[in-house]
T-cell receptor, first 117, second 110 residues
Framework: ETGVTQTPRHLVMGMTNKKSLKCEQH?????MYWYKQSAKKPLELMFV???????ENNSVPSRFSPECPNSSHLFLHLHTLQPEDSALYLC????????????????FGPGTRLTVL | QKEVEQNSGPLSVPEGAIASLNCTYS??????FFWYRQYSGKSPELIMS????GDKEDGRFTAQLNKASQYVSLLIRDSQPSDSATYLC??????????FGKGTKLTVNP
């Protein structure tokens, strides 16, 4: 496996379900991110982890709970979601979590298309 | 609220033409600028990064940055139908997060 992988690629869940999204990066990076992409809206940053420590929580509802057990893996635990949470959830990684004027580009995984019924 | 503005398009150009995509940003302290390409149903793919004023060329792609005007653009020379996608501009500065524009949809007609 190379780059950033995400599973599952598609997920349909009811509002009372609990599910988890998984992300794994094979780039040796130290920072990982969760983004939400809804139709006709810009990519929205949800969480940032740098060296397994959460450094950003962008006012995300508590029904989304991230977990970063090590620098290669990132999870997003979902519970009691709403239909408006249906979106493409993207994971990304970069060398570190502090943007600076050097190469620190973010590389994205393929995303999980989530539908909440 | 730091913002990144892009014309949503669609921008339609004939095959072989130059496609010009534009982006403005509100935070004068922004330091890093990126262009991502996103095909329908796929994730964003980084195609260009630029950090200083001027032009940066990579194959058929040229990124142009003008910090005084808070403007960054992407030129695609010899456009191909395979370039048809949504192009996302993203900007960051200091310790701030990466902020994305809504994207410009480009269609290259054969």
């Amino acid at each position: 496996e190379t780059g950033v992988t995400q599973t599952p690629r598609h997920l349909v869940m009811g509002m009372t379900n609990k599910k988890s999204l998984k992300c794994e990066q094979h780039l040796g990076h130290n920072a990982m991110y969760w983004y939400k992409q809804s139709a006709k809206k810009p990519l929205e940053l949800m969480f940032v982890y740098s060296l397994e420590e959460r450094v950003e929580n962008n006012s995300v509802p508590s029904r989304f709970s991230p977990e970063c057990p090590n620098s290669s893996h990132l999870f997003l635990h979902l519970h009691t979601l709403q239909p408006e949470d249906s979106a493409l959830y993207l994971c990304a990684s970069s060398q570190d979590g502090i943007p600076r004027q050097t190469d620190n580009e973010q590389f994205f995984g393929p995303g999980t298309r989530l539908t909440v019924l | 609220q730091k913002e990144v503005e892009q014309n949503s398009g669609p921008l339609s150009v004939p095959e072989g033409a130059i496609a010009s995509l534009n982006c403005t940003y509100s935070d004068r302290g922004s330091q890093s600028f990126f262009w991502y390409r996103q095909y329908s149903g796929k994730s964003p793919e980084l195609i260009m990064s630029i950090y200083s004023n001027g032009d940066k060329e990579d194959g058929r792609f040229t990124a142009q940055l003008n910090k005084a005007s808070q403007y960054v653009s992407l030129l695609i020379r010899d456009s191909q139908p395979s370039d048809s996608a949504t192009y996302l501009c993203a900007v960051t500065g200091g310790s701030e997060k990466l902020v994305f524009g809504k994207g410009t949809k480009l269609t290259v007609n054969p």
